[in-house]
């Protein structure tokens, strides 16, 4: 019996709204920090499937979302492909060598990297109850090549951008060699346990509009296609933060089957702009949740107000902040619930 979200992404309205949070395991679960001062560091906590698993199960133990998202991160596939990855305490990831000139082929490829979360992925779906659906997920080829050439985060994304003009076809490359990852990488994950996968594009919103038909939209439906083609049934969320007024493109063209929306975005606005049926998922400003209070309350159920006639997953518009009280997750959730 699938859970709601699961019915949500096939396009009913289902009696209570689906919710999951993203960034739900993490830094905001004191179980977490525990676990990660335990294991010595992120990567560490990744590819210990077993903590891996444990990480992912806590925030559903906690709270009950209706979703289970792999305790992962995007950049497995840059490491995948070849590039060394770190994370720097209190700066975030190194990549080396930066691609600067997008050559990806000199790169030694480990694809062995991929195992241990597949590994995660199974342990975690044989020990969800059936109303939980497991939530695999990749960065969009995009996101991911802005951290490869750059060798870490970037405010402005300058390096794979001024690439992406610079020489087209060193960063087609690129991006095709990352699409190509990818697709391996959500099939296995899918072969493993996962019931759908979620395309994280945190940085489309740096694009201007004739990139980002060439770098975003075009290879998530590259990705979403070959999804459905070969697994058919596994529904595929995409998520094109930042993507504003390009959203309605973006929906109608990749052929995903949910469309995740940030917080920036009006969802009077994208209810208007999608065709009927179209699944979303969104949008609470994560600032909302750890600021609380009538605020919250009012954001929360004005977007279940707004997305009231179409299927609608209840989630933020990012990441949930590291430093976001409990007892908000707790009050946002009785609301999505009906419970108060
Ligand atoms: O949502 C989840 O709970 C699942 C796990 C998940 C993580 N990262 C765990 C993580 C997911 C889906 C991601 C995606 C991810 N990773 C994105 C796309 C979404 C987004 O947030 O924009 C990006 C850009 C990354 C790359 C990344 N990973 C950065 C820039 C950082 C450092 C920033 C930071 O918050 O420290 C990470 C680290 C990271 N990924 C943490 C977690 C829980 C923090 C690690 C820790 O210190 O414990």
Avoid at 38 to 67: H, M, N, W
Wanted: hydrophobic share 45%; net charge negative; aromatic share 8%.
């Amino acid at each position: 019996m699938p859970g709601c979200l699961l019915d949500t992404l096939a396009g009913q309205r289902t009696a209570r709204r689906p919710v999951w949070l993203m960034r739900q395991a993490g830094r905001y679960l004191p179980e977490y920090r525990d676990l990660r001062a335990q294991k010595g560091g992120f990567l560490e906590l990744v590819y210990d499937s077993e903590a891996a698993a444990e990480v992912t199960i806590q925030p559903i133990d906690r709270f009950g979302f209706d979703g289970a998202i792999l305790f992962s991160d995007i950049l497995i596939v840059p490491h995948a492909l070849g590039q060394d990855l770190w994370f720097e305490a209190g700066e975030g990831p190194r990549l080396a060598p930066p691609l600067v000139d997008g050559a990806w082929e000199g790169l030694e490829r480990a694809f062995r990297h991929f195992e241990p979360i597949y590994r995660t992925v199974t342990l975690v779906r044989g020990r969800l109850g059936p109303e939980t659906t497991m939530l695999g997920f990749a960065g969009s080829p995009w996101t991911v090549a802005t951290y490869m050439v750059a060798g870490q985060g970037s405010k402005d994304q300058g390096a794979a951008r001024s690439l992406a003009y610079r020489d087209p076809s060193a960063f087609a490359s690129l991006i095709g060699a990352i699409e190509a990852a990818t697709i391996e990488y959500l099939l296995g994950q899918i072969d493993a346990g996962a019931e759908a996968v979620q395309l994280f594009d945190s940085w489309a919103g740096s694009l201007s509009p004739a990139q980002f038909e060439q770098w975003v939209i075009a290879p998530n439906a590259r990705i979403t296609a070959v999804i459905h083609e070969r697994r058919p049934g596994i529904p595929v969320i995409g998520f094109p933060k930042g993507a504003g007024a390009k959203l309605p493109a973006y929906a109608r063209e990749t052929g995903v089957d949910g469309l995740g929306i940030d917080e920036t975005t009006d969802p009077l606005w994208i209810d208007g702009e999608l065709p009927d049926g179209m699944p979303v998922q969104g949008n609470l400003d994560p600032m909302l949740l750890l600021a609380g209070g009538p605020a919250l309350e009012d954001a929360a159920r004005g977007i279940l107000a707004a997305f009231s006639g179409r299927p609608h997953i209840f989630n933020l518009g990012h990441g949930i902040d590291k430093s976001t009280p409990i007892p908000h997750v707790e009050r946002l959730l009785e609301i999505v619930r009906g419970e108060g």
